[in-house]
C-alpha cells in the first residue's frame, strides 16, 4: 500500500508503507480497500475481499464521527484523520433494482474508473466490497457527506437499514451451498469514544464486531488484526495492516470488512484435460496458457453495445446454483475490452439473463492466478463522492466528537479457483467429455467475468484478464 504526505500544524507519524503524515492537530479518517487476486483452477472458486479503516486522533477540534469497516470486498481499508475546522435467475422487477444491485452499480463504475488507467492488466474487484463500507461509513455522516454517499449508493434518504440487514442474510445464507462469509469488525483504541448509535448500527445491520486495542502497541495491535483477517478469510489473506500504519499518538480507529466466497463449480473441469494452448494477449502478444476444458451444458448467448458490437456471453454456475460466474468476450477479435466494459451495469447483467440459452458446448478456460491492489480514491472522486476526503467538508459528526475524513482508500482481494470438486459433478463430467461433434466454445483472448449472487444481483466480484 502506498504512502500520501498531509501537512499541518500538528504532530507526524507514518501512515501506509513508511508515508511521514504530518497531522493538523485532528483526527484522521483513511480508507484503504483491496489488492485483488484470483486464481482459477479446475472445480471451483475461493476468494476473499477484505478492507479495513484507520482512524487516528491528534489534539483539536471536536466533532462526531466514528467507526467504520468494509472490505475485498473486502475489501479495504479506510483511516480515518483529523481535520480543520468544521442471471439464472433475476428480481422479478426490473424496473425497481434491488439494494444489492444498487451497491454493485456504484462498484462497477468504480471499476470502470479503474480500468480507464489499466487497459492491458489483469484487474480483480469487488463491488459489493466498496458499496458494503460506504455502507457502513453511512451511519456516521451528516449534511452534504451523507448526501453523496446517498445518492452514490442510490439509497433510499431514510432508513435503508432494513434493507442493507436483509441483503446481508441473503448473502451469507447456508442456503446459499456455495461459502459466502462477510464480516465485519472495528478496533479502537483504548479508552477512545465512538458514538453508540453508530456502533449499534453497524452491529445491528452488518453484524459488526467491535474490539478494542492498545495501537501504542502497534506490532501487537497489527497483529491482531490481521490475525482477525487471516481468519476470516480462511488464510487466503494473511495480512493486511502494517504496524507502520498504525500510531499510539494518533490512530484511533481500525475498522475491517472481510468477504469470503468458496464455489464449487457445478460441472467439473477434469484435471487430465487441462493443456497447454495458446492465449492472445491485451498486448497482442501470444502466450501459452494451462487451458481447462469441458463439454457440458451451459446457458450462452450474445449481446450487443450501444454502439452495435457484438459479445458473447456464457454463465458457469456453481453447485448450489445461486451464484454464477459470468464471462463476457467481443466476438471480433481485433475488439478491446474497453468496448464492451462501459456497456456493463447490473441492468445489462439482468437483460443477459433472458438472452442466454442452454446450449451443449466444449468449453475451454484458461486456468490462472491474477492479483490487483487499487487505491479507491480516484475513482470515487471522479464519481462525486468527495466531501469524505476532504478536510475542511467532511461531515462524520455521528460516529465520534473528532473531527474526521478519509484520507486514503485501497482495496485488497483475493480470489482462487481450487481443485475441490464433487465425485457426482466429475463423473457427469467425464460422460459428457466422451462426447464429439459439439460447438466449442474457447476463451483464448481478453474477457470480462462477473461473479454474481443471483436471488439479489449483488456482483460480488468483477474483473478483467488480459493476460492469464
Not at 468477504?259 to 498486448?283: A, C, H
Not at 457426482?424 to 466454445?441: D, E, F, Q
Request: charge should be positive; charged fraction near 20%.
Amino acid at each position: 500500500m502506498m504512502g500520501r504526505s498531509f501537512t499541518g500544524t500538528g504532530r507526524s507519524f507514518a501512515v501506509m508503507g513508511g508515508a511521514e503524515l504530518n497531522a493538523p492537530k485532528l483526527p484522521v479518517l483513511m480508507p484503504v480497500g483491496v489488492p485483488a487476486r484470483i486464481t482459477f483452477n479446475l472445480d471451483g472458486l475461493h476468494t476473499a475481499l477484505l478492507g479495513c479503516q484507520l482512524l487516528c486522533q491528534s489534539v483539536g477540534s471536536v466533532r462526531p464521527e466514528m467507526g467504520l469497516h468494509f472490505l475485498p470486498y473486502l475489501c479495504g481499508l479506510l483511516t480515518l484523520c483529523g481535520h480543520r475546522g468544521v442471471l439464472s435467475q433475476s428480481p422479478s422487477v426490473p424496473s425497481v433494482p434491488s439494494y444489492g444491485e444498487r451497491g454493485s452499480d456504484l462498484g462497477l463504475r468504480v471499476f470502470k474508473q479503474v480500468v480507464l488507467s489499466r487497459p492491458q492488466e489483469n484487474v480483480v474487484f469487488s463491488p459489493h466490497g466498496v458499496a458494503s463500507i460506504l455502507g457502513m461509513l453511512l451511519p456516521g455522516t451528516h449534511g452534504d457527506t451523507r448526501t453523496q454517499l446517498l445518492m452514490a449508493l442510490r439509497y433510499k434518504k431514510n432508513g435503508p437499514y432494513k434493507m442493507l440487514r436483509k441483503l446481508h442474510k441473503m448473502l451469507t445464507a447456508k442456503s446459499n451451498k456455495d461459502v459466502i462469509t462477510i464480516a465485519n469488525a472495528v478496533f479502537s483504541q483504548q479508552g477512545f469514544p465512538i458514538e453508540e448509535a453508530f456502533v449499534s448500527s453497524n452491529r445491528d445491520n452488518f453484524q459488526c464486531e467491535s474490539r478494542t486495542l492498545n495501537f501504542d502497541n502497534t506490532n501487537a495491535s497489527a497483529g491482531l488484526i490481521n490475525s482477525w483477517v487471516k481468519n476470516q478469510t480462511k488464510g487466503l489473506i494473511p495480512t493486511l495492516v502494517r504496524a507502520d500504519m498504525l500510531n499510539g499518538a494518533l490512530t484511533r480507529l481500525v475498522a475491517v470488512n472481510a468477504i469470503y466466497f468458496k464455489g464449487l463449480w457445478k460441472s467439473r473441469f477434469l484435471l487430465e484435460n487441462t493443456k497447454l494452448r495458446t492465449f492472445k494477449g491485451g498486448d497482442g502478444n501470444d502466450y501459452k496458457v494451462p487451458m481447462m476444458s469441458q463439454l457440458s451444458v451451459f446457458n450462452i448467448g450474445s449481446a450487443s453495445t450501444p454502439r452495435g458490437l457484438k459479445y458473447r456471453v456464457i454463465e458457469l454456475p456453481y453447485h448450489g446454483n445461486s451464484v454464477s460466474m459470468l464471462i463476457a468476450q467481443p466476438l471480433d477479435e481485433n475488439a478491446p475490452l474497453s468496448d464492451v466494459i462501459p456497456h456493463i451495469s447490473t441492468s445489462t447483467v439482468q437483460k443477459w439473463t433472458k438472452l442466454l440459452r442452454q446450449s451443449k458446448v466444449l468449453l475451454m478456460l484458461p486456468k490462472f492466478t491474477a492479483d490487483t491492489e487499487l487505491d479507491l480514491r480516484a475513482p470515487l472522486l471522479a464519481l462525486g463522492i468527495k466531501d469524505i476526503f476532504d478536510e475542511g467538508k467532511a461531515d462524520f459528526r455521528q460516529l465520534s466528537k473528532e473531527s474526521l475524513y478519509v484520507s486514503k482508500t485501497i482495496q485488497k482481494a483475493k480470489l482462487e479457483i481450487s481443485e475441490d470438486g464433487t465425485k457426482a459433478s466429475a463423473a457427469t463430467a467425464a460422460i459428457l467429455l466422451t462426447r464429439s461433434s459439439t460447438p466449442s466454445v474457447t476463451i483464448d483472448r481478453p474477457f470480462v467475468f462477473l461473479i454474481r449472487h443471483n436471488p439479489t444481483g449483488t456482483i460480488l466480484f468483477v474483473g478483467q484478464i488480459n493476460k492469464p
